[in-house]
């Protein structure tokens, strides 16, 4: 079979109607991806945060934790965005908990900027 010109720019007609649906579907699918791992890592640094907390009753030390487990997040996490319930671990049969809230920045700039939060509970003494 032979194309004729008139069918070449019907493809191309299709194409630019597809493309913009595609490339959504592509930049949502990057967004998706990296909200799952920035709460994964909200997650992680929460519950290192309390584990530091049960066993140190520190609350200064928990925050540190939870900080440096949470460098890969860019924005950097703030000390003011983690939360450490403070002083109830003076009784072994409390409860510590970690609370991290942390603005997810779109990666591309399409979506506007995710509230997340970690948070993690232990019962103190470890």
Known sequence: MHR??????????????????LLVL????????????VQATLSAAAREG???MAVQDDPDAARTAVLTTATSL???LRADEVVVDPGR??????????????TAPSL?????????TGQAAMRCGG
């Open 26 to 37: 592509l930049f949502g699918i990057m967004e998706v991806g990296r909200l799952f791992q």
């Open 74 to 76: 860019s924005p950097v």
């Open 89 to 102: 671990c003076t009784d072994p049969s409390a409860t510590a908990t970690v609370l991290v809230h942390y």
């Open 50 to 52: 309390v584990r530091v």
């Open 4 to 21: 004729t010109r008139d069918e070449r720019g019907a493809t191309a007609v299709e194409f630019a109607l597809v493309l913009p649906v």
């Open 108 to 116: 591309t700039g399409l979506y506007g900027g995710w509230d997340l």
